[in-house]
């Protein structure tokens, strides 16, 4: 007999995998409970709204996709580290019209002339655990002696700021370059993030 917790498991999966594939306007109750073999009153009984069921695939797409390995790779310098972990949030060069077309669709659909409130619950709880995770990368980096230029929630909050603005000048700036430009703005942010003795 499949648990509850494994029960909810494939609905954040076959939720994940519709939002991937059929992009986030078509991602519903009807929709997800129909491909996950059950009924809407069913789903329902794991996510009560369709705001629940955005806001679990926000935050399973956020930290599905984002790993701690590179903050705790003390082989690279402190910089460097929270470089590799800042970089996870551009998107890859294969993916790059992909990646920022699916951010610019759920910005449309949070914030546009149709908005819809389900989907901004979805925007601002990715955000929210994009701050989470950040924050928790600096303060690993704190708790292994590196000094920060301010506290880690100052610095996530800045850090997600300046990723929405990249992924918006990716969108616009087509060139090859753009991408490594981006990159170079993280390299300089990692870089300001973390102050070295006797700096002030």
């Known amino acids: ?9 494939h609905i954040l999966d076959v939720a994940t995998r519709l939002a991937g594939t059929d992009g986030l306007g078509g991602l519903s109750v009807r929709s997800v409970a129909a491909a996950a073999g059950m009924g809407a009153t069913t789903l329902r009984a794991y996510f009560p709204s369709q705001a629940l069921l955005y806001r679990a695939v926000a935050e399973r797409l956020v930290s599905h996709v984002l790993s701690d390995d590179q903050i705790q790779d003390v082989s690279l310098a402190p910089a460097d580290r929270l470089y590799a972990s800042l970089r996870q949030f551009l998107p890859g060069a294969a ?3 992909s990646s920022l077309m699916m951010w610019f669709e759920l910005l449309t659909l949070a914030l546009g002339p149709d908005a819809n409130e389900e989907v901004l619950e979805m925007v601002l709880s990715g955000r ?20 920060l230029a301010d506290t880690p929630e100052v610095l996530a909050v800045r850090f997600v700021t300046l990723v929405d603005g990249l992924h918006l000048g990716l969108l616009f700036d087509k060139g090859e370059a753009a991408l490594d430009r981006a990159e170079d703005t993280l390299r300089w942010f990692a ?3 973390l102050t070295s003795p006797g700096r002030s």
């Open 128 to 147: 929210d655990e994009s701050v989470v995770i950040a924050t928790r990368w600096f303060t690993f980096l704190a708790a292994d002696g590196c000094a």
């Open 1 to 9: 007999m499949v648990g509850n917790a494994d029960k909810r498991q």
């Open 191 to 193: 870089a300001q993030s």
């Open 95 to 97: 993916d790059r019209h």
